[in-house]
């Protein structure tokens, strides 16, 4: 005898797939629209309500242009840094057993969990010019201001933010060296090809694309951050978040030109993010082939 269907009630999880699927991504479109697209509409409004040639104005500052210039030039050593750095610690993790690993990976979250104050304080006592390290590089011979000037220099600001960018490239990285297939590397040695190409043509060939998209990530949260910048070099060093925090703290009150700045800035990430989604839909268009 077959039981009647009229009235059955679906099962709860399929009543509750049909009500995820009735919603889809609605909710996320709305978290969206709420803490990114409003924020970016207040910032275009202001922009519209200042008096004419913002944009001129903003363009023919010569600190606009040098902050640019310093952004960019942050971005990329910091990056470029913490990705060299970032991808031998993630191999080496990816080598240990699975003891070990778990060790190492929940001791790399620890600098995530920093404020940038506490990063720029901890690297002015150790390199500052009174820090630990300086006053033993002078005992050596080393000129003290010499060697505590650099940690509030450009330079020494990526070294600091690469000590915190690191980790979360490793982080990001360990999955991939993980998961290599080390097959055509070893097909490559058996061919008889040296252990540098092979390594080239292989496995750098495979994580490329993911190193690529891994730095513009990193690129983009060097140029954006400023709390490590303030604490540790003022307004010595000269970038972009800095000058639109310097518009409208300490009596400033440029809003409009806090909020144009503040869309170059972004305007300026986003373009780099957006070359590492081309270096990923470039990963995906090869593996589909």
Not at 5 to 21: E, L, Q
Not at 74 to 90: Q, R
Not at 198 to 211: F, G, H, I, V, Y
């Amino acid at each position: 005898m077959t039981t009647p269907i009229f009235g059955h009630r679906a099962p709860a999880h399929s009543r509750g797939a049909g009500v995820v699927r009735s919603v889809g991504v609605w909710p996320a479109f709305a978290v969206l629209g709420l803490f990114v697209g409003l924020p970016l509409l207040a910032l275009l409004w202001e922009t519209t309500r200042a008096p004419a040639g913002l944009w001129r104005r903003l363009l023919s500052d010569p600190l606009f242009w040098d902050a640019a210039r310093n952004s960019a030039w942050l971005g990329f050593t910091a990056s470029t840094l913490s990705v060299l750095l970032g991808a031998l610690l993630a191999r080496a993790v990816a080598r240990l057993n699975k003891g070990r690993r778990q060790i190492m990976l929940a001791l790399l979250g620890i600098p995530l969990t920093f404020s940038g104050l506490v990063i720029a304080y901890g690297f002015i006592l150790a390199f500052g010019r009174a820090g630990f390290v300086t006053t033993l590089l002078g005992h050596l011979g080393f000129d003290p201001a010499v060697v505590g000037g650099f940690i509030y220099s450009a330079a020494g600001l990526s070294v600091a933010y690469a000590y915190y960018l690191i980790p979360r490239v490793a982080l990001l990285l360990y999955p991939l060296f993980a998961n290599l297939d080390h097959r055509p590397f070893d097909a490559a040695l058996t061919l008889g090809a040296p252990r540098w190409r092979a390594w080239l043509d292989t496995d750098l060939r495979e994580l490329a694309p993911s190193l690529v998209g891994v730095w513009c990530l990193i690129a983009a949260i060097a140029m954006g951050t400023y709390g490590t910048a303030l604490a540790l070099a003022g307004t010595q060093v000269n970038i972009l978040p800095l000058f639109i925090y310097l518009k409208i703290s300490d009596g400033g009150s440029d809003f409009a030109l806090a909020a144009a700045l503040s869309l170059m800035l972004l305007a300026l990430c986003m373009l780099v993010l957006s070359l590492g989604d081309w270096a990923a839909r470039g990963r995906e268009h090869h593996l589909g082939h």
